[in-house]
T-cell receptor, first 110, second 116 residues
């Protein structure tokens, strides 16, 4: 069945360093790839997304890259800050359904 | 807009009891999704509706689970009878249709369910 693998499951970085989270999807029909941030006790919130006809997208300190041939996509956070600490989820979507990755708990150490 | 609204935020019940979770989607959104989040299984899609009609319920775990959307502004997820393994955080999300231009699903704050 459809599957999204996400790595690493936990990631600790020093404040100011970069963080990279990687995902791999199985369904070649997927054409939309959102990234969600979930803070403790809250629902997931979209932070950036990318469509299959784009290879890279950037929004301030956050960027996402997509390699459709390899079915890989990655989230890059530069100049990390303590408020970036949260759980991050990738997802792959065809028409309407999201298949989520298992999440990455990011800790930014001050 | 107030965003997606869910109630209750926390629910503690005893095994065998009926549980009803409620969701109000963002006004104008045509699609509504119910998810379950656990440590073991992550975020799982249970069911989604389009214009109040269930489209895909393949994620509903058992017949004990049922979901309804009687109108565009209200949906319920019911568990009857509840079991301890149903303990999880349940999220509701909504989004516009293709004509709305976006793919983003907007999540509510979730309902934390504990079944004793």
């Amino acid at each position: 069945g459809e599957n999204v693998e996400q790595h690493p499951s936990t990631l600790s970085v020093q404040e100011g360093d970069s963080a990279v989270i990687k995902c791999t999807y199985s369904d070649s029909a997927s054409n939309y790839f959102p990234w969600y941030k979930q803070e403790l006790g809250k629902g997931p919130q979209l932070i950036i997304d990318i469509r299959s006809n784009v290879g890279e997208k950037k929004d301030q300190r956050i960027a996402v890259t997509l390699n459709k041939t390899a079915k890989h996509f990655s989230l890059h956070i530069t100049e990390t800050q303590p408020e970036d600490s949260a759980v991050y989820f990738c997802a792959a979507s065809g028409v309407y359904k999201y298949i989520f990755g298992t999440g990455t708990r990011l800790k930014v150490l001050a | 807009d107030a965003g997606v609204i869910q109630s209750p935020r926390h629910e503690v019940t005893e095994m065998g009891q009926e549980v009803t979770l409620r969701c109000k989607p963002i006004s104008g959104h045509d699609y509504l999704f119910w998810y379950r989040q656990t440590m073991m299984r992550g975020l799982e899609l249970l069911i989604y509706f389009n214009n109040n009609v269930p489209i895909d319920d393949s994620g509903m775990p058992e017949d004990r689970f049922s979901a309804k959307m009687p109108n565009a502004s209200f949906s319920t997820l019911k568990i009857q009878p509840s079991e301890p393994r149903d303990s999880a955080v349940y999220f509701c999300a909504s989004r516009t249709g293709p004509s709305g231009g976006g793919n983003e699903q907007f999540f509510g704050p979730g309902t934390r369910l504990t079944v004793l």
